[in-house]
């Protein structure tokens, strides 16, 4: 079947703007997952989604990042006034449920350069 | 908070020979799962094999096998009969047991180079 998809591959953008992000996750998983990989580092956790609420927000490093899942499927994460240190590859992950028993299986990612 | 380290950056070996690539963690929590991803050029993360802290046993699946040392907070993985196809990042990763943390922390990686 089919498994998670980034969309868009890549996106670059300016300074200052604001960026969408899309994720769609494995049909039927409720769990989904935002990681941010910066160049040399392993990805490090956003915002975790059980449904449409958002269980763990604590990755998220400030208020110009924002994530929604209004259906409980595809989600959207929300770059305000970008700065050159968002720039990085961002992961998107569901799982069946959010129970540790489930693997999280990941996308391909967006790689959102800012210029 | 807990932190994973992985501390060779880059690893490379023989084709058809046995690497290990190293992990350390550190945790106050006595029940939590350990993972290594592999991470191709594609960007893909994909879950190589997993191990539950509670287990004794090593996990192994085909030619991926763990070490794991509670005590010693070490994690490590053996590739045997390296194959062309297993080059890429390989990413040592935690998650608690406990219901309501549901996230990975991954370590920095290392890159595994297999010559012919």
């Known amino acids: 079947g089919a498994g998670v998809s980034q969309t868009p591959s890549n996106k670059v953008t300016e300074k200052g703007k604001y960026v969408e992000l899309r994720c769609d996750p494995i049909s039927g998983h409720t769990a989904l997952y935002w990681y941010r990989q910066s160049l040399g580092q392993g990805p490090e956790f956003l915002i975790y989604f059980q449904g449409t609420g958002a269980a763990d927000d604590s990755g998220l490093p400030n208020d110009r990042f924002f994530a929604v899942r209004p259906e409980g499927s595809v989600s959207t994460l929300k770059i305000q006034r970008t700065e050159r240190g968002d720039s990085a590859v961002y992961l998107c992950?569901?799982?069946?449920?959010?129970?540790?028993?489930?693997?999280?299986?990941f996308g391909p990612g967006t790689r959102l350069t800012v210029t | 908070a807990q932190t994973v380290t992985q501390s060779q950056p880059e690893m490379s070996v023989q084709e058809a020979e046995t690497v290990t690539l190293s992990c350390t963690y550190d945790t106050s929590e006595s029940d939590y799962y350990l993972f290594w991803y592999k991470q191709p050029p594609s960007r893909q993360m994909i879950l190589v094999i997993r191990?539950?802290?509670?287990?004794?046993q090593n996990a192994t699946e085909n030619r991926f096998s763990v070490n794991f040392q509670k005590a010693a907070k070490s994690f490590s993985l053996k590739i045997s009969d390296s194959q062309l196809g297993d080059a890429a990042m390989y990413f040592c990763?935690?998650?608690?047991?406990?219901?309501?943390?549901?996230?990975?922390?991954f370590g920095q990686g290392t890159r595994l180079t297999i010559n012919p």
């Open positions: 191990q539950e802290a509670y287990k004794q």
């Open positions: 992950a569901s799982s069946l449920t959010g129970t540790v028993f489930y693997e999280q299986y």
């Open positions: 990763a935690y998650r608690s047991a406990n219901k309501g943390a549901q996230k990975l922390v």
